[in-house]
C-alpha cells in the first residue's frame, strides 16, 4: 500500500544557511541558498527534503505552489 505525506512548506531562498525548521502546525520552513531562478531553489528543496525523509528524490512532488514560497509537498513514503 502507498502511504503519502502532504506538507505544507514555507520557502526562503538566498539564505545563507541551509536548514529545515518544523514549526507548531506541522509545517515546515525550509532556509534554501539558491535564488529562486529556474526552478533551482525547487531542485534544492526536494533534495534536502528527500534527505530529510530519506527516501529517494522521484517520490517527491510539489503539488501546489512550484512559483510560490508557500507550497504543498506530497511525499510518498512507502
Known amino acids: ?41 525547487n531542485e534544492e528543496l526536494i533534495k534536502l527534503l528527500a534527505e530529510k525523509f530519506d527516501v529517494p528524490k522521484s517520490y517527491i512532488k510539489i503539488k501546489s505552489g512550484l512559483s510560490s514560497r508557500q507550497k504543498l509537498i506530497e511525499i510518498n513514503t512507502d
Open 1 to 41: 500500500m502507498v502511504k503519502v505525506m502532504q506538507k505544507k512548506i514555507k520557502v526562503k531562498p538566498n539564505s545563507k544557511i541551509q536548514k529545515i525548521e518544523e514549526d507548531a502546525d506541522g509545517s515546515l520552513s525550509v532556509h534554501l541558498k539558491s535564488p529562486p531562478v529556474d526552478g533551482k531553489a
